[in-house]
């Protein structure tokens, strides 16, 4: 990450933030003229349609009750919780991912249906049944605009995540077939996220902005808001815009979607590291590596092969910050190498900077290759990543990794996936209880989102 003053928003902020912009009085004049006007705007719009609505759907979100975010916190309105879910789910990039549209589904969809939960009382039937919901939209609108819409420099989970939960939450609101229709359309306009913004903070933001923005969507749908339902294939529609000349589009889509089948054609990957998941084949081929050598430092050379657009996403070196570290090939190969078990502790900041993991990342050099044109970017034979360590003693140790633990040809398993919710925060009994539940429970009598991560925080044992 540069550190120095180089592009547009630090050669802008260094004038905007100075004390005195030395503007003139005209200047001050044409602010004051512009306030004026827009908030007379405000007056006399507020008697239309859309304000009407907009005030009713922001109404009935605080008319429901405060919310709290799960994991603990003050109570906060139901679109500030969801939008805080959102973040925090994806905080550390361990939630899971789909490879159809490139997104992360349940950050951004239960982010706005556990808030939502809270409030409505809704039952686990409800709440997955609008998952299911969700994670459809966010399947087929993948299919339509393939891995290139992600390539491009989309992040798809902001791009499209909105969407997935407009749908979602407007199920859980039992809208109208129309009502839906409206929301979905309506979200598209908030469709927005960058993957330049990958290795910082943003990138969990664009999860809280989807949540929030999708159930605002629905909410604002359900008080009759309309929108462009055909928004999808018109010129300059969102096809147009967020399309590119290898995706299929919403003609070919339309005509090969099977309902109710996404979760089947396109499972969910779960992850097992706490890092972006194109680090996850270093770190398994790392694992795999570390019974060649008593020592790290016998290790004099490394080398990492992997598909260009992997690589174009994980790119950090040796990186400066946790967010920088969960998206380094090289420091998730040297964590690998150095940790028994990599997790969350490996992206600590004091751990990150230790002088045997930085030599040892530094060491790692990489080998992209491109991938043929249209390929979905999935783990497959296709996309195989050989990694290969030389040794002081002159011997060299391969490695070539498709398949890790937990993406979907490889899925965690039931208990697996349960000692990952204990490891954080989540008691046994209530995740076993909350999996073994009747599904016309209330998700709130499960205690699932009473639980926080505070004992951890203050160094006791939450598994008891």
């Not at 109710?260 to 084949?281: D, E, L, M, N």
């Not at 174009?312 to 940790?339: M, N, Q």
């Not at 925060?425 to 205690?447: K, P, W």
Request: proline content about 3%; charged content about 20%; hydrophobic content about 40%.
């Amino acid at each position: 990450m540069s550190s120095g003053f180089a592009g547009f928003s630090d050669t802008f902020a260094q004038w905007a933030c100075q004390p005195n912009l030395d503007l003139d009085d005209k200047d001050g004049t044409e602010a004051r003229l512009a306030c004026l006007d827009t908030v007379a705007c405000m007056i006399i719009g507020a008697s239309e349609h859309q304000s009407i609505a907009a005030m009713s759907a922001m109404e009935s979100g605080e008319a429901l009750g405060k919310v709290k975010p799960v994991g603990g916190g003050v109570g906060l309105s139901l679109f500030a919780a969801s939008f805080v879910n959102g973040v925090r789910a994806h905080a550390i990039d361990y939630d899971d991912f789909e490879f159809s549209g490139s997104t992360h589904p349940s950050a951004a969809l239960f982010g706005a249906l556990c808030s939502l939960a809270q409030l409505k009382s809704l039952t686990i039937n409800q709440v997955c049944d609008a998952w299911i919901v969700g994670y459809e939209a966010l399947i087929w609108l993948g299919q339509a605009f393939g891995y290139s819409h992600y390539e491009k420099g989309w992040h798809s989970s902001a791009t499209l995540g909105p969407i997935g939960v407009a749908a979602a939450v407007s199920k859980a609101l039992d809208l109208t077939t129309l009502q839906m229709s409206y929301a979905m359309s309506l979200a598209a306009s908030y469709s927005a996220g960058l993957k330049a913004q990958f290795g910082t903070d943003t990138k969990a933001i664009h999860l809280g902005n989807a949540s929030e923005a999708g159930l605002r969507a629905a909410f604002l749908a359900m008080e009759n808001v309309t929108s462009n339902r055909e928004v999808w294939d018109v010129s300059k529609g969102y096809f147009d815009l967020f399309g590119t000349t290898q995706s299929s589009g919403f003609d070919f889509i339309t005509q090969k979607m099977e309902f109710g089948q996404a979760v089947k054609k396109f499972p969910v990957a779960r992850k097992i590291w706490p890092s972006c998941a194109y680090t996850h084949r270093a770190i398994f081929g790392a694992q795999n590596l570390r019974s060649k050598f008593s020592s790290t430092d016998e290790i004099v050379g490394i080398r990492v092969k992997l598909p260009k657009p992997f690589y174009d996403v994980a790119h950090f070196g040796v990186p400066t910050t946790a967010s920088e570290a969960r998206f380094s090939v090289k420091y998730c190969f040297a964590a690998g190498l150095i940790s028994e078990k990599v997790t969350c502790k490996d992206f600590d900041d004091q751990i990150i900077q230790e002088e045997k993991r930085q030599k040892l990342t530094d060491l790692v050099e990489i080998e992209a290759y491109d991938l043929p044109a249209g390929d979905s970017g999935e783990f497959s034979h296709n996309t195989v990543e050989k990694i290969t360590i030389s040794l002081r003693t002159g011997h060299v140790h391969e490695i070539e990794v498709i398949d890790v633990p937990g993406d979907s040809n490889n899925p965690m398993t039931d208990s697996q996936i349960i000692q990952k919710a204990i490891e954080c925060g989540i008691c046994r009994s209530t995740a076993e209880a909350f999996l073994a539940a009747d599904g016309n429970t209330s998700v709130l009598q499960t205690g699932l989102l009473d639980q926080n991560n505070e004992t951890i925080l203050e160094g006791v044992s939450a598994n008891e």
